[in-house]
């Protein structure tokens, strides 16, 4: 046989056995490798449950709630002691610690009813004039809200718990007007008493 035609022969027996190859079907294995890969999953982002804003409104509720039941035990403590001690002295603290008492409830207050919110902090100015401010001007500016912006019922309601023991406060800044003014200071502290079954309905 001829080189020529050896070489012929070798080169279509290798074509041959290529062919033979490309028509094989492919093994699970070989076919797993050559199917496409999913597009991988992209985490998407959860909302807040509303749950979650309903749990911590029903704790900030629950947490006001207990510092107005503080607050009214307190100013009944008060009205008591208006009407029976003579002690200038001890009454104007009590008075002074019943109108820091409501500063946490209408932080709270404010929270829940944001509308409330600049109202009840133009209130708290009364704070640093218990020492200067007189009777007839905490009526008219934060009684009669000269002083304040306008508002809502509910926010008045709330501001009531600040301005009624401030005015005793200041009433008995004068030791010697005890017996004149204590008919209206037990007045002040009995209004207020009034007004948190109001603020109570708005928590």
């Known amino acids: 046989m001829s080189k020529r035609l050896i070489q012929a022969t070798v ?9 033979i190859g490309c028509s094989q079907p492919a093994t699970p294995s070989e076919a797993a490798e050559q199917s496409v890969s999913p597009a991988p999953i992209t985490e998407v982002a959860q909302p807040v449950a509303s749950s979650t804003i309903s749990v ?34 001890a009454l104007k603290g009590a008075a002074q610690a019943l109108t820091e008492q409501s500063v946490p409830i209408l932080a709270g207050f404010s929270t829940l009813h944001p ?44 501001k009531d718990l600040l301005v009624h023991p401030a005015t005793v406060v ?28 109001l603020v109570r309905q708005s928590i």
């Open 115 to 158: 509308t409330c919110a600049a109202y009840l902090q133009a209130a708290q100015a009364v704070l640093g004039k218990l020492d200067s401010i007189s009777h007839q001007d905490i009526e008219q500016q934060y009684h009669h809200d000269q002083a304040l912006p306008s508002a809502s019922a509910e926010c008045f309601h709330a």
């Open 11 to 19: 080169l279509a027996s290798s074509l041959s056995l290529l062919l």
């Open 56 to 89: 911590d409104q029903t704790a900030l509720k629950a947490e006001v709630s207990a510092q107005v039941d503080q607050y009214q035990q307190a100013a009944q403590a008060l009205v008591d002691q208006l009407k029976s001690s003579s002690d200038a002295v």
């Open 170 to 197: 200041v009433l008995l800044r004068d030791p010697s007007q005890l017996s004149a003014q204590r008919e209206g200071m037990i007045t002040e502290i009995d209004e207020v008493i009034g007004h948190i079954g």
